[in-house]
């Protein structure tokens, strides 16, 4: 017990060395501090405690109980978006970034799209960072010509084109209908944006808004979701 209070109460020490503090316990005020691993078989934090709720911590250490919805919400990051409009290509071989002018907003948290410097809606934006899932499908469609063309389509990464990530989609016929549809693996920080590019060596190639199609409900040329998964 020390008559000295400044730094506690009560001081607990390993007995040989009072300047030795690697394994002591400080009691003071309204704290207990311990340096040195604690070891216990019960633990019970009554402030905040409700059944079925987990322990969380803030940046600080600080700790508090969480609905187990709340806590898992916290790192939930997802979207997803569409297109109504037809997009093309006005010229051959040249990169264009596909748009997405719809947000299903019930199915997106975290995650939005913004618009490139040409004012066009592209920038799929994070708020956390992540791993993401990327997945697509775009509704291709051959309008005139008979003879073999391609069109590619890959990933860019805030306005860089992120290496190994195109692949080749080939129509042949006249009124050909393609869907490309496939999916991304991609690191991004808080404030980082993907955007989706194509290119065609033939500009009768578009990516199809089609309408009036019953019983089928109408067809987006695009759709894209992105999900947090790390």
Do not use: H
Not at 60 to 71: E, F, H, K, L, T
């Amino acid at each position: 017990l020390l008559g000295d209070t400044t730094e506690g109460a009560f001081i607990v020490g390993n007995g040989t060395d009072e300047s030795n503090r690697s394994n002591l316990i400080f009691a003071g005020g309204n704290e207990v501090n311990i340096s040195g691993k604690t070891i216990t078989t019960n633990f019970q934090m009554t402030s905040g405690g409700t059944n079925n709720y987990v322990l969380t911590s803030d940046n600080d250490g600080n700790a508090s109980w969480q609905n187990v919805s709340a806590a898992t919400s916290l790192n939930l990051c997802y979207g997803s978006f569409y297109d109504t409009t037809t997009q093309t290509a006005a010229t051959q071989n040249t990169a264009y970034i596909v748009q997405f002018n719809s947000t299903s907003t019930g199915e997106t948290s975290g995650v939005t799209v913004n618009n490139n410097t040409g004012s066009t809606p592209t920038q799929i934006t994070v708020s956390k960072d992540g791993v993401y899932d990327v997945q697509f499908s775009l509704q291709l469609y051959r309008s005139a010509g008979g003879t073999r063309e391609k069109t590619a389509i890959w990933l860019r990464k805030n306005g860089l084109d992120v290496p190994e990530t195109a692949t080749l989609v080939t129509l042949q016929a006249n009124s050909d209908y393609v869907v490309a549809a496939w999916n991304f693996f991609i690191k991004l920080k808080a404030n980082d944006y993907a955007e989706l590019m194509w290119s065609t060596t033939n500009t009768n190639i578009q990516i199809i808004r089609e309408t009036s199609i019953s019983p089928a409900p109408d067809v987006p040329s695009v759709i894209l979701t992105i999900n947090k998964i790390d």
